[in-house]
């Protein structure tokens, strides 16, 4: 049985599903612009699907908001100045809280970065892959190298003291030195954060059908290990498996993910996931994932299907994410966000720390340099069913 005695924080996460166009390596729910974008509908129907929510998280604070796709900088400042006013009259939104808004440099500049910013985003995630073009054409990506460099400038203009650049390694054709030159460009940038992904080729994807020549594993670890050293001696500490900071700038809004936190969902495929006091469960949901099919939902009937978690989901879930936290996590924290006791994974975590794959005293557990290089093999010992 769950015993909540209090309730994880809680982050919103807002989907908007449209792009450009779709890159090829892409799973996420994105769907190309066929005219032009329905800025209004949208948001009335992204405003209406909360209110739906609410009862589910009445009197909780929100502390962090992602405005994620697609390509959220497709919408105009003034769509997104209503839905942030309409936020803030339906939730208990801190004053403090972090909102960040995903954009790519083929969509942007800086008067739209500088509007943004004025109606209250404090954070940017701008997805620029790399800055070689021959690189960002095998991508698919309708941005340059020096569009890239612009954005990020525009973000400094614009008065964000807080925004990420999004990089991929292990691209088709890529060099060691060329994964390189990526990261020196992004580091002279001077972003906050620097999120540095290896490209993995996924199901239902164009690449998927038609797989490019990716560097050999030992060419990609090379760079992977490279770049690590480039970001922490220029003061980007890796907090998370693929996330870099520099002090007191990590992702709060990902940071409460990988600490199963609480978060509602909204928009075309959007995922939540609420704990409940008053139930004793934990409950994911998930919303239409068509543009249209949303769009043409009756109010309230926005979500596509739900999920309550066994006891087994939840430990394992919660390791799932946790795990991937440079600095572990304390066992306090299982407990509070679970509603579990921590002795339902003792077995695996002594045969965890046995391997050499965690390190974990009374208070605290962190994952080795060996567990973060072998995590796939770490999260299975979790994965069988608890006492």
Partial sequence: MFNFTALPPL??????????RKCPYCDFN??????????????????????????????????????GGGTPSLFSAEA??????????RLQLSPFAEITLEAN?????????????????????????SFHDPQLEKLGRIHSGKEA??????????????????????????????????????????????SHYQLTIEPNTLFHHSPPVLPHDDARWAMQEACEDMLGT??????????????????????????FGDYLGIGAGAHAKISSAAEQNITRS??????????DAEAGQYVSGSQVLSRDDASFEFMLNALRLKQGFDKALFTAHTGLPVHRIANALQQAEQKGLIEQDLVHITPTEQGWHFLNELLEMFMEEQP
Avoid at 51 to 62: A, Q, T
Avoid at 84 to 89: N, W, Y
């Fill in 286 to 295: 998930w919303k239409h994932r068509h543009p249209q099919a949303y769009l």
């Fill in 234 to 259: 220029a003061g980007y500490g890796h907090y998370e498996v693929s996330a870099h900071a520099q002090q007191g700038k990590q992702c709060q809004h990902n940071l409460n993910y990988w600490s």
């Fill in 105 to 129: 440099p083929g969509t942007i500049e800086a008067g739209k970065f500088a509007e943004y910013h004025d109606i209250g985003i404090n954070r940017l995630s701008i997805g620029c892959q």
């Fill in 30 to 67: 994105s769907h190309t612009v066929a005219e032009g974008l329905p800025e209004k509908a949208y948001v009335e129907a992204l405003l209406a699907d909360l209110e739906h929510d609410l009862p589910s998280i009445w009197g909780r604070p929100v502390h962090t908001v992602f405005i």
């Fill in 11 to 20: 982050g919103l996460y807002i989907h908007i599903p449209w792009c450009v």
């Fill in 80 to 89: 997104l100045d209503a839905l942030l006013v309409g936020l803030r009259m």
């Fill in 149 to 194: 460099i612009r954005a990020a400038e525009s973000a400094h203009k614009a008065g964000f003291d807080n925004f990420n650049l999004d990089l991929m390694f292990g691209l088709p054709g890529q060099t060691l030195e060329q994964a390189k030159a990526d990261i020196k460009q992004a580091i002279q940038l001077e972003p906050s954060h620097i």
